[in-house]
């Protein structure tokens, strides 16, 4: 089965400092990589996503990922956080192994200090 | 405004007291599901639909039963709910069965089970 890790639990930066999220997948055959975001007491909302050709994706809100293949790694980066990025990010996978489904991973809490 | 959403948004129940959790979806989106939170968990996926009358398990249906008889709806139901139950859930919808589709989310239902 396929499974999405994310290394980080927990993210605290400062305010206009850069952050990366880093997401890694198990499977090494074709997927889809997606980003999504929760902010507080919300459903989630498609921040990016992976489909195919260029390996660097950009999203809203000055977001943008890498897919890399030989790492199995979809990392989130911003390179300058605001107050408002404050939220719950999760990385979400598809594709040739997960059947019918969307697998996500535990969620990447971000917290931006002023 | 197109949107997803769900009923109630909150709700305390006991042991054993049937209740369902309603969805819809004002986008003619054929996809559908619903999705447990829980924390250190994230998110997974219960039942899912490709269409009406095509619903089919996700990673954690036990306990859990879905009916599609309309493509705008998609409700949740607990027949027998247990404290095990106890989460957040969402509902999800997607324009087509397509593992390379967005999903909207709804703003989430978190249920507690005494």
């Known amino acids: 089965a396929q499974s999405v890790t994310q290394l980080d639990s927990q993210v605290p930066v400062f305010e206009e400092a850069p952050v990366e999220l880093r997401c890694n997948y198990s499977s090494s055959v074709s997927v889809y990589l997606f980003w999504y975001v929760q902010y507080p007491n919300q459903g989630l909302q498609l921040l990016l996503k992976?489909?195919?050709?260029?390996?660097l994706v950009k999203g809203i809100n000055g977001f943008e990922a890498e897919f890399n293949k030989s790492q199995t790694s979809f990392h989130l980066r911003k390179p300058s956080v605001h107050i408002s990025d404050t939220a719950e990010y999760f990385c979400?996978?598809?594709?040739?192994?997960?059947?019918?489904?969307?697998?996500f991973g535990t969620g990447t809490s971000l917290t931006v200090i002023p | 405004e197109a949107q997803v959403t769900q009923n109630p948004r909150y709700l305390i129940t006991v042991t054993g007291k049937k209740l369902t959790v309603t969805c819809s979806q004002n986008?003619?989106?054929?996809?559908m599901s619903w999705y447990r939170q829980d924390p250190g968990l994230g998110l997974r996926q219960i039942y899912y639909s490709m269409n009406v009358e095509v619903t089919d398990k996700g990673d954690v249906p036990e306990g859990y039963k879905v009916s599609r008889k309309e493509k705008r709806n998609f409700p949740l139901i607990l027949e027998s709910p247990s404290p095990n139950q106890t989460s957040l859930y969402f509902c999800a919808s997607s324009p087509r069965w397509s593992l390379t589709d967005t999903q909207y989310f709804g703003p989430g239902t978190r249920l507690t089970v005494l």
């Open positions: 992976y489909l195919s050709g260029s390996t």
């Open positions: 986008m003619n989106h054929e996809y």
């Open positions: 979400a996978v598809s594709g040739a192994n997960t059947g019918n489904q969307f697998y």
